[in-house]
């Protein structure tokens, strides 16, 4: 997965977690992505960001969606928790939201610093979300 610049690639490792790569220099950018294995991987529209979803133990059956730095690798703030598996993860187009979509519900989160804005419950586990500005959310 690239960034929007194309300065950035996160790989996916089956065994291991993802880690992310400068692709001009072919360095990695810090010892990132540590959570476990991760899934769905979004960054962020100014590249500044990146969210995973994972868990960081094998025999969990929910997920964490962790927002990761990108200009050194690391975390940022707490993990955003989820009852289910989640299936998808999207970014507004103005980098200020972070919707994600779990077995029954769909999330939307500030992606500045992960408060919960608002869950819409729903009956089946959406596989594709997106997300566009809208008045009265910020």
Do not use: C, Y
């Not at 289910?84 to 779990?102: C, G, P, Q, R, Y």
């Amino acid at each position: 997965f690239f960034s929007p610049d194309g300065n950035l690639v996160l790989a996916e490792l089956n065994a291991a977690p993802a880690q992310l790569f400068n692709v001009v220099t072919g360095q990695r950018v810090g010892d990132v992505l540590k959570a476990g294995k991760t899934h769905s991987p979004r960054f962020s529209p100014d590249g500044t960001r990146v969210f995973t979803a994972g868990d960081s133990t094998a025999r969990r059956r929910t997920d964490d969606v962790r927002l990761w730095n990108t200009a050194n690798g690391q975390q940022v703030g707490q993990p955003l928790p989820h009852r289910d598996h989640v299936n998808a993860i999207e970014f507004s187009n103005n980098s200020k939201m972070l919707a994600t979509a779990s077995q029954n519900s769909v999330h939307v989160w500030s992606a500045t610093d992960g408060t919960a804005l608002l869950e819409l419950p729903h009956d089946d586990a959406p596989e594709a979300i997106a997300l566009m500005q809208s008045v009265g959310i910020p």
